[in-house]
């Protein structure tokens, strides 16, 4: 393993000291937590939108953090849910007395604990609305899931509902925005290599020189079907195919691409990807509204690429054009 860390067990913590560093002006930390929330926080008079997962999927979810998308994020360990009271705690301190809607991607240890978490927050008299999101269209009930799993898609969620959010918008109207959002967006990835765990040190699971995995999970999870190496317009045809079926787009509608890369890929190469995605997006007569094309949603190092289709209309497409300012996005 050849990683810029110190000691593995300070891995978590010592990344959220960095971010901190790095932006004073837009996250704090809260004492004995591995919880950010907005520096300027809690806004007053708007609705407080919050997330949470484990660690290792960077920017997600901390970098997203700021005027027009998250209020706070709470940090698990590498690939570990963080727990009810680390969760209470980003609630409880995001919260402005307008409620706070949780996002959460669909894993059993996250669903569980911000489960617990928000009847911990009602009990001390914070409203807490929750959206659970489950775009992964590649395999049903994986490791850590019960249903379909939640990855890149959920940025789009956090868009969404951060920019009803900052537009004045109820409770109600934010989780209604970000569920218009979930029941709109799929995505389906792969990978090339697998991840190296900081604490583990070695490949979390086995694949051949000349093998790829399509339908890969963002923690290694399987996927649908391991194959030999194809090329990058073999990929990006059967990942937007995929995607493009199950979210049962017809001829003339609009929608936001993004081609999100899983830690390890050049950006030249999520580019390569994305030329033969929008190729098949338009043969089945879409408008590609929005393209987004970067690393959203990682594993690590891991090397391999995510495609993700967002129908929109035109509420969608206003919540996502309006100003985020962000560590990780900015518009």
Known sequence: MKKLINDPSDYVDEMLDGMVAAYPDRVRRLEGTKV??????????????????????????????????????????????????????????ADAGEGVLCVVKNYEGD?????????????????????????????????????????????????VAGAKAADGGSLAEVKEVAEKAIDNVRTMGMALTSCITPEKGEETFDLGEDEIELGIGIHGEPGTERTEQMSAEAVAEHLTTNVLDDLEVEDGEEVVVMVNGMGGTPLSELFIVNRTVQDVVAERGLDVWDTWVGDYMTSLDMEGCSVTVLRVDDELKELLDASVDTPALKR
């Open 36 to 93: 950010l929330v907005r520096a300027d926080g809690p806004v007053e008079g708007k609705v407080a939108v919050v997330s949470g997962g484990g660690s290792g999927h960077e920017p997600t979810h901390a970098g997203y953090i700021g005027d027009g998308m998250l209020d706070g994020a709470a940090s698990g360990e590498v690939f570990t849910s963080p727990t009810a009271n680390e969760l209470d705690e980003m609630v409880q301190a």
């Open 111 to 159: 669903v569980m604990n911000f489960d617990t978490a928000a009847e911990m927050a009602d009990m001390e008299g914070v409203e807490v609305e929750q959206v659970v999101v489950n775009d992964d269209v590649a395999v049903e009930d994986s490791l850590y899931t019960s249903g379909r799993r939640g990855v890149a898609g959920t940025i789009f969620v956090h868009k």
